[in-house]
């Protein structure tokens, strides 16, 4: 086996600006695109570009588990991709010593008129694997996905979910020496998530090279040795998986500190936007929350669509997801909505502590804006039941109201 599982030197990728490329592009599409440069060429400047990728350096040693960490639009997918030789880089070069397994956007490496069943055989094949190879661990495979109705329906015919499972369930089961994961494990369920970071704590302790790439922090921290920070393209952090999550934590905090109507490290369609939160305690003043008290939380936006929705995450000093909040799991979903949505806790059970929010809006189920770390909040000591509650430590966040006997 090589020294190295990966190696990549002075990596560089360059799109154009607003590039839009068809999931499944065709013979016709190609032709039309063609056919659109050609006319457009005399008609207007030379196209913007950008780097989403620039100068990206790095080694990973066999058997290595690796957290790929940052904002959206840091370049995250952009490496993976590379990695995978679904795009090619722009500038320098990649190594990749073994047969490489890698699940990333939902769908990637199924074709859609095949069946499941198809599918499996032809990612096997990819592989390089022999059908009796395939044969071997088909039924493990089809077991860990959940899937086995479906298996001789065509793949387009599967939900989200449904893709992700099969597609995560070949990729780590067709033993590949490298094993490379996205986000997209956020489309499963809370149950097979835990299912997937298990395969690979295994797949790890085997020996095998393993990439993550999740906003997941206690995740990663959980799965990585190591952790690898990428902002705006570039590496600016590779350290020891809690030496990295803390410093993207400060990066996020540091955004945080722009007014969020100024943000441009936000995701989504955008035809709506975040433009200020309000985080205020009981008596309506802004700053520091108290534990056990109320607390409200005011997201207002840059306009009003039909069927919109507001939702947010809070997130404790480690980085790991507490609890989530959705207007449309409340009783105002389906209701017109105003100039802003307001959320009320009427008791914070959150331990003293500094906590980030995750802010998003949806319209019909699209993502409209998100952003990471749209505000920072400092929960004060306060009293629950009337007892007092202690700082935040890495063994919980949350206070539950509780008594305590000493029956005879």
Not at 30 to 38: D, F, H, Q, S, Y
Not at 95 to 117: D, I, K, W
Not at 362 to 386: S, Y
Request: aromatic share 8%; proline share 5%; glycine share 10%.
């Amino acid at each position: 086996m090589s020294a190295l599982a990966i190696r990549i030197d002075a990596l560089g990728k360059e799109f154009p600006f607003g590039q839009v490329r068809d999931a499944y592009p065709t013979l016709r599409s190609a032709l039309g695109a063609g056919a659109r440069r050609l006319l457009r060429r005399d008609r207007r400047p030379r196209e913007r570009r950008f780097w989403a990728l620039k100068d990206v350096s790095f080694e990973v040693c066999p058997g290595e588990v690796v957290g790929i960490i940052g904002n959206n639009g840091a370049g995250k997918s952009t490496l993976l991709k590379i990695l995978s030789r679904i795009t090619a880089p722009t500038t320098g070069q990649v190594e990749v010593h073994g047969r490489l397994g890698s699940l990333l956007e939902v769908g990637t490496g199924f074709h859609p008129e095949l069946t499941g069943r198809e599918n499996v055989y032809l990612n096997g094949a990819i592989l390089g694997m022999r059908k009796a190879e395939i044969d071997r661990k088909f039924d493990e495979i089809v077991a860990f996905s959940e899937v086995e109705r479906f298996l001789d329906m065509p793949v387009k015919h599967y939900s989200s979910g449904m893709q992700v499972r099969l597609a995560f369930a070949v990729a780590a089961h067709l033993e590949p020496e490298i094993l490379i994961v996205d986000e997209v494990l956020a489309v499963g369920d809370a149950a097979f998530q835990r299912k997937c970071l298990g395969k690979m704590q295994t797949v790890s302790r085997e020996g095998r090279t393993v990439l993550f790439v999740s906003h997941n922090l206690g995740a990663v921290r959980a799965l990585c040795d190591r952790g690898i920070v990428l902002q705006h393209g570039i590496v600016t952090v590779d350290e020891p998986v809690a030496k990295a999550v803390a410093a993207y934590l400060a990066t996020l905090e540091d955004a945080s500190a722009y007014d969020v109507g100024d943000r441009t490290d936000r995701h989504g369609k955008g035809d709506v936007r975040i433009t200020r939160i309000e985080v205020t305690s009981d008596d309506d003043a802004p700053g520091t929350l108290t534990t056990g008290r109320p607390a409200r939380f005011r997201f207002h936006m840059s306009g009003v669509l039909p069927g919109m929705s507001c939702a947010f995450d809070v997130f404790d000093p480690l980085g790991q997801q507490i609890t989530y909040f959705n207007s449309s799991l409340s009783e105002i979903a389906g209701s017109a909505p105003g100039h802003a949505f307001v959320c009320d806790i009427d008791e914070l059970l959150l331990v003293p502590g500094r906590y980030r929010i995750d802010a998003a809006l949806t319209c019909n189920g699209e993502l409209q804006d998100r952003l990471e770390g749209a505000v920072f909040v400092d929960v004060d000591h306060g009293l629950v039941r009337g007892w007092p509650v202690p700082t935040f430590t890495q063994y919980g966040s949350v206070v539950l109201p509780h008594r305590w006997t000493t029956p005879a």
